[in-house]
């Protein structure tokens, strides 16, 4: 019987130190007009970016442990979302979900994490992208903007239906997998050291990428690609 207690006790205590059950712990409102630059420096949060109709911006905070709820600032016209300087313990989990008006267009737009997963959707820019996760995948599905910089050291990168003049992806060991809604207006770079690239469009036209990779795993279905002046190492 004792033994029987002891196994509910640990199997409990495991259950809940990794359960990533999270409860809203921080909602915060901003004025789109008094913003013009949103930027992250994340560990381990997760982080969704959704476009919503309206005049204010919102910064929704679930966590699972209310000693690592990252904090949030309003600077200079800068809202800057950065995790605490703590060590994170097994079982700790926390989603950042930006609520962004559609037609919120912030010159700089920087997301930033060490393992967290990022997913940004329906989201149009007439400035720069710039995404990055050590090791945490990274989803983008329907995003317009001029330039479009995804990078990750071990992170899946998926881009469903992007639009944008140019842009660059890279990892070192992650996948690459991307389909273009449109023409691309300058040559765009794609790197990989032994991840897998692919690659498609829904547009006709023709493409030109620099295409580096150590170990070459490439499945291109697009028709028209000029990789001339591009490298496979």
């Not at 389909?179 to 991840?195: E, M, P, T």
């Given at each position: 019987?004792?033994?029987l ?10 259950s ?35 476009r ?30 950065q ?57 983008i ?93």
């Amino acid at each position: 019987m004792k033994k029987l207690f002891s196994i509910f006790i640990i199997a409990f205590y495991t259950s809940t130190l990794f359960s990533q059950e999270t409860n809203l712990v921080s909602r915060q409102n901003y004025d789109k007009k008094l913003i013009n630059s949103i930027k992250s420096e994340l560990t381990f949060e997760d982080i969704n970016i959704k476009r919503i109709q309206g005049d204010e911006i919102s910064i929704e905070i679930y966590c699972n442990n209310l000693n690592k709820v990252p904090t949030v600032q309003n600077k200079d016209s800068e809202l800057f979302i950065q995790s605490l300087k703590k060590k994170n313990s097994p079982g700790d989990y926390c989603m950042v979900i930006l609520y962004l008006p559609v037609d919120f267009n912030p010159e700089t737009f920087s997301i930033k994490t060490i393992s967290g997963f990022i997913s940004l959707k329906d989201f149009s820019s007439e400035n720069d992208i710039e995404l990055f996760s050590q090791t945490g995948n990274i989803d983008i599905i329907k995003t317009k903007s001029t330039f479009l910089s995804v990078n990750s050291i071990s992170g899946n990168i998926i881009a469903k239906n992007i639009s944008c003049d140019y842009f660059s992806f890279s990892t070192i060991s992650g996948n690459i997998s991307f389909v273009l809604f449109s023409d691309l207006f300058a040559k765009s770079k794609i790197s990989s050291v032994s991840g897998n690239i692919n690659f498609n469009s829904l547009s006709n036209s023709s493409y030109n990428f620099d295409i580096k990779q150590v170990k070459p795993n490439v499945n291109n279905k697009i028709p028209k690609l000029n990789n001339s002046e591009g490298i496979i190492i």
